[in-house]
């Protein structure tokens, strides 16, 4: 049976990131993506110029008919906007307690504007970090929801534990900004702490990384996958996907979650001729 994996997140109309990126990456990597949009954004390639949160009743109301029609596998969190948004979603997630939760806190936007006021992330802090399987910030993301300076491995590792200490069931801090080991990723569990090198990549088009790495590895969790295996798979897929980035815009391009099945169509298939 295909796993049900569920995205509440915001829309990137650009189709870069957000629940657009979320959902293609769920699909390539062998699950079934189900949606609730927490908000709505103005953003191209060039940047983020809006964001319009969702009602809360009604982000609540688009997940708990998930659950109650679907059998959720796994739960992957994105761009929540605001507190409000942020305590909708842990209000259903207490709820319905599903087996992993992915939280991708999107605290900092790579193209300019502010996912996040500051209630928002004491929110997430306080009511959704407890309940995340894995937490998978970057190293700004990192900084902000624990007040330590994250540059280098060793910091990654200490705020790893902190926010371990506040109640993450594990952190992966994600190392694109950390300094003589770009590419290398920390993930902090109960009983140790895991360096996993990576081999950096000088990508034009890295749009959407977070939202493709933490949906993929949501949706290893929800395939039966351990937490190290799941990390692990996440994060080749992402290789993969930002290997094969694309300048669709005159701004920064995406990465593509869907470079497999371009790969084994050799590139792509046309559209076939209507019938005469």
Not at 23 to 36: D, H, K, Q
Not at 126 to 145: D, F, I, Q
Not at 219 to 229: Q, V
Request: proline share 6%; aromatic share 2%; with cysteine.
């Amino acid at each position: 049976m295909v796993p049900v994996i569920l995205t509440a997140a915001g829309s990137d109309p650009s189709g870069g990131a957000g629940i657009q990126a979320d959902l293609l990456t769920i699909t390539a990597a062998g699950g079934y993506g189900a949606s609730a949009l927490t908000a709505i954004t103005v953003q191209d390639s060039g940047g983020l110029r809006r964001i319009q949160p969702v009602d809360p009743e009604l982000i609540r109301q688009q997940m708990d008919s998930i659950f109650l029609d679907m059998p959720v596998g796994s739960v992957k969190t994105g761009m929540l906007a605001c507190r409000d948004g942020v305590t909708a979603v842990a209000d259903v997630l207490r709820r319905r307690m599903p087996q992993a939760v992915v939280v991708d806190p999107v605290l900092a936007a790579s193209r300019g504007g502010d996912p996040m006021d500051d209630a928002g992330v004491e929110a997430l802090r306080s009511e959704l970090l407890p309940l995340a399987t894995l937490l998978t910030p970057n190293g700004p993301e990192a900084e902000r929801l624990t007040g330590l300076t994250v540059r280098t491995v060793h910091e990654a590792g200490a705020a790893g534990k902190l926010l371990l200490q506040a109640g993450a069931g594990a952190v992966l801090v994600k190392g694109g900004h950390l300094e003589g080991a770009p590419g290398t990723d920390v993930l902090v569990t109960a009983d140790r702490i895991h360096v996993l090198p990576g081999q950096w990549q000088d990508q034009p088009n890295d749009h959407g990384t977070g939202c493709v790495l933490s949906s993929a590895i949501a949706t290893c969790l929800a395939r039966g996958a351990d937490l190290l295996t799941a990390v692990e798979q996440g994060r080749s897929f992402l290789a993969g996907a930002l290997a094969h980035g694309k300048a669709m815009g005159k701004g920064t391009g995406a990465v593509d979650p869907m470079f497999r099945f371009r790969r084994s169509a050799g590139g792509g298939t046309e559209c076939p001729a209507p019938a005469q």
